[in-house]
């Protein structure tokens, strides 16, 4: 019977791995150059949140909804994972942000870094951030929205808590009611993307006044609620789903190796990241409307991830 277990148990891991490789083939490899860096102590993850509409199919719009669909490729959502031993802290880098671009020899917003219309990507982006703001880069991540979804169904759902009931026509969101709110694939993305984000209080509409600022608040809150869920599975199986809810959308930096992906995964698990912020003030210029940033007063956070 012992022999018996061995074999079956032996059988089952190399087919794990064999599925876990499969899936880790599937996922776009880009090549970054001499861009990525180190941070003194740790890891800095870049995870690239992607507005592409290359995997949105007729079953769904990935909350692409009312006026703000996208037309092209941009960089919706950045945000900085530091891990360091057992503690992780995260900083979200604002669309908005106004900065000198890396190759351009001007300033835009830093989203602009990543605009295939203005000849950017990947790499640009990545030097941007070290150039602009002196955060090094270890490793790269980008998920398109469409998987995005799809991660968050692979999960079972993704709980959210909600003050009060809150909606945006333009994302798609909707929450009836107030409370610890289990959101679906598709209702999650509606929820991070929310630029015009709404509560009903005391029977009155009112919308986060906050703007992006606001939404970056509550895309902390969403990879905080992540990790919970992560945190919360002990089966590799339920992370391999994961894994392949999401390859087709997923790229990384081709230095990235499988087990590299695994202990990133597995490294997130049971941490509660410490959200950093970078303070901002807001301006007007031949960008349109952008966030400037106030050095002095996000030296900290910046320090914490350098």
């Given at each position: 019977?012992?022999?018996?277990?061995?074999?079956?148990?032996?059988?089952?891991?190399?087919?794990?791995?064999?599925?876990?490789?499969?899936?880790?083939?599937?996922?776009?490899?880009?090549?970054?150059?001499?861009?990525?860096?180190?941070?003194?102590?740790?890891?800095?993850?870049?995870?690239?949140?992607?507005?592409?509409?290359?995997?949105?199919?007729?079953?769904?719009?990935?909350?692409?909804?009312?006026?703000?669909?996208?037309?092209?490729?941009?960089?919706?959502?950045?945000?900085?994972?530091?891990?360091?031993?057992?503690?992780?802290?995260?900083?979200?880098?604002?669309?908005?942000?106004?900065?000198?671009?890396?190759?351009?020899?001007?300033?835009?917003?830093?989203?602009?870094?990543?605009n295939a219309d203005?000849?950017?990507?990947?790499?640009?982006?990545?030097?941007?951030?070290?150039?602009?703001?002196?955060?090094?880069?270890?490793?790269?991540?980008?998920?398109?929205?469409?998987?995005?979804?799809?991660?968050?169904?692979?999960?079972?759902?993704?709980?959210?808590?909600?003050?009060?009931?809150?909606?945006?026509?333009?994302?798609?969101?909707?929450?009836?009611?107030?409370?610890?709110?289990?959101?679906?694939?598709?209702?999650?993305?509606?929820?991070?993307?929310?630029?015009?984000?709404?509560?009903?209080?005391?029977?009155?509409?009112?919308?986060?006044?906050?703007?992006d600022l606001g939404?970056?608040?509550?895309?902390?809150?969403?990879?905080?609620?992540?990790?919970?869920?992560?945190?919360?599975?002990?089966?590799?199986?339920?992370?391999?789903?994961?894994?392949?809810?999401?390859?087709?959308?997923?790229?990384?930096?081709?230095?990235?190796?499988?087990?590299?992906?695994?202990?990133?995964?597995?490294?997130?698990?049971?941490?509660?990241?410490?959200?950093?912020?970078?303070?901002?003030?807001?301006?007007?210029?031949?960008?349109?409307?952008?966030?400037?940033?106030?050095?002095?007063?996000?030296?900290?956070?910046?320090?914490?991830?350098?």
């Amino acid at each position: 019977m012992f022999g018996l277990l061995s074999i079956v148990l032996v059988v089952a891991l190399i087919g794990g791995y064999l599925y876990a490789r499969s899936v880790f083939n599937r996922i776009e490899k880009i090549d970054l150059g001499d861009s990525l860096t180190s941070a003194e102590s740790g890891t800095n993850y870049l995870i690239v949140g992607s507005d592409s509409r290359e995997n949105v199919t007729e079953d769904g719009d990935a909350g692409f909804n009312g006026s703000e669909a996208p037309g092209g490729q941009r960089a919706d959502t950045m945000m900085i994972v530091h891990i360091d031993g057992g503690k992780a802290q995260m900083l979200s880098v604002p669309r908005d942000l106004y900065l000198p671009i890396a190759g351009m020899d001007e300033s835009h917003k830093i989203n602009a870094a990543y605009n295939a219309d203005l000849g950017g990507g990947p790499q640009r982006l990545v030097d941007t951030i070290t150039q602009s703001l002196g955060v090094p880069i270890d490793r790269y991540m980008e998920i398109d929205f469409v998987s995005f979804a799809g991660l968050v169904d692979a999960l079972g759902g993704v709980t959210i808590p909600f003050e009060n009931p809150a909606q945006d026509e333009a994302s798609g969101l909707f929450v009836p009611e107030a409370g610890d709110i289990e959101l679906d694939g598709d209702q999650a993305l509606a929820y991070v993307r929310s630029r015009h984000y709404t509560e009903t209080i005391n029977g009155e509409l009112v919308e986060d006044a906050r703007g992006d600022l606001g939404r970056i608040l509550r895309q902390q809150t969403f990879l905080s609620a992540v990790f919970d869920e992560l945190s919360g599975s002990k089966n590799p199986f339920t992370m391999l789903r994961v894994a392949s809810g999401m390859a087709e959308g997923l790229r990384i930096d081709d230095e990235m190796s499988m087990f590299d992906a695994m202990r990133l995964v597995w490294g997130l698990r049971g941490l509660e990241p410490e959200p950093l912020k970078l303070e901002t003030t807001a301006d007007r210029n031949e960008s349109g409307a952008v966030l400037i940033l106030d050095e002095q007063a996000s030296a900290a956070a910046l320090d914490a991830v350098r």
